[in-house]
């Protein structure tokens, strides 16, 4: 596991469209499956996510990742800021169009988030002596 670049983890989150958002709810920590967009340096996210867990100005953090379901090598990108929940409903109808979700309703939140914090790492199998790959593969990912 090696960290990379700012860069290159922008990169890499712009090119999925899905992800999870991780926060704090009722005293612990709620993980919600979610769908995103990079707009102006900041994460536009769609979330089955209750928006009165997340009204105001709240910090969140957002992770995605790839891994190889054979190699177990590929990367994970981990976004943490402030996010505040879209209420126009002119923004939140574009972005309605723009991001696929789940069923409109109290548990459809979309959320800007402000990223003050990216850090990517790829995952990756160390060379041995002979030039090849070691470490063992994965046969699946969970």
Do not use: K
């Not at 989150?13 to 999870?20: E, H, I, K, N, T």
């Not at 009165?52 to 910090?59: K, P, S």
């Not at 409109?104 to 995952?123: E, K, S, Y």
């Amino acid at each position: 596991m090696f960290e990379v670049s700012g860069e290159e983890a922008w990169y890499l989150l712009g090119g999925v469209a899905q992800g999870r958002i991780v926060y704090e709810q009722r005293g612990g920590v709620a993980v919600r499956p979610a769908c995103h967009v990079l707009e102006y340096g900041r994460l536009i996210v769609r979330t089955p996510a209750p928006g009165a867990a997340l009204f105001g100005r709240v910090t969140v953090t957002y992770h995605c990742d790839y891994l190889h379901p054979n190699t177990g090598t590929g990367w994970a990108v981990t976004a943490g800021g402030l996010a505040e929940v879209i209420t126009s409903p002119d923004e939140a109808a574009h972005y309605r169009r723009t991001l696929p979700g789940w069923a409109h309703g109290p548990h459809d939140t979309l959320l800007r988030i402000h990223p003050q914090a990216v850090t990517a790492f790829r995952f990756a199998h160390a060379a041995d002596a002979s030039g090849t790959t070691g470490g063992t593969t994965r046969s699946t990912v969970s």
